[in-house]
């Protein structure tokens, strides 16, 4: 079945303890990308990557890190999580064309306290 | 930059009634795309429907039809006969193809089908 899988689903955490996210899709997607989701704020992206070794920053890139060793893997590393961390995260994969749907992941909440 | 705006934070309506959703975008593109995406409590985000900027015809899936007026920047989501299955945040999003490819996404609207 053709999916993105985030892990884990739910993540609690205290401030400075460094954490991934790990995202993996099945699709052979150049594409891959991060979003967090925040009430009243809609969904904002973190990072993108274009292929694998290149990867840029979205709109709200700070306090996060990613990497794109493989093309299937698009791990999403907080070096030290802070409170305002705290969200629901989407990561996202398609094909690099035009109108090729972006396929979501089933999210991760994670709460840094 | 694009921004996409969903000026209604929640609608009501009774099941089997005619609902529209709104949304209004800014861009200084001529071609891009838009798009409808429905997350329900699960936090699935599943796509509605999309439409391409330089197809005047409104895009129509099932009961999910849109009106878009690419002059007002406008694309609202009409979602006839409704059903208790459509209770779910809904996403206006907007796809720029200029450079990289980034979904712009709205604030949501929260729809809450009544039975």
């Known amino acids: 079945e053709a999916q993105v899988t985030q892990n884990p689903r739910y993540l609690i955490t205290v401030t400075g303890k460094k954490l991934t996210v790990t995202c993996s899709q099945n699709m052979n997607h150049e594409y891959m990308s991060w979003y967090r989701q925040d009430p009243g704020l809609g969904l904002r992206q973190i990072y993108y990557?274009?292929?694998?070794?290149?990867?840029d920053k979205g709109d709200v890139p700070e306090g996060y890190k990613v990497s794109r060793k493989e093309k299937r893997n698009f791990p999403l590393i907080l070096e030290s999580p802070s409170p305002n961390q705290t969200s629901l995260y989407f990561c996202?994969?398609?094909?690099?064309?035009?109108?090729?749907?972006?396929?979501f992941g089933n999210g991760t909440r994670l709460t840094v306290t | 930059a694009q921004t996409v705006t969903q000026s209604q934070p929640e609608m009501s309506v009774q099941e089997a009634e005619t609902v529209t959703l709104s949304c209004t975008y800014d861009?200084?593109?001529?071609?891009?795309?838009l798009f409808w995406y429905k997350q329900p409590p699960s936090r699935q985000m599943i796509l509605v429907i999309r439409?391409?900027?330089?197809?005047?015809q409104n895009a129509t899936e099932n009961r999910f039809s849109v009106n878009f007026q690419k002059a007002a920047k406008s694309f609202s989501l009409k979602i006839s006969d409704s059903q208790l299955g459509d209770t779910a945040m809904y996403f206006c999003a907007f796809l720029t193809i200029q450079g990289a490819q980034k979904l712009v996404f709205g604030q949501g609207t929260r729809l809450t089908i009544n039975p």
């Open positions: 990557s274009m292929n694998v070794e290149v990867t």
């Open positions: 996202a994969s398609s094909f690099w064309r035009d109108n090729s749907p972006l396929h």
């Open positions: 861009t200084s593109e001529s071609n891009y795309y």
């Open positions: 439409q391409e900027a330089y197809k005047q």
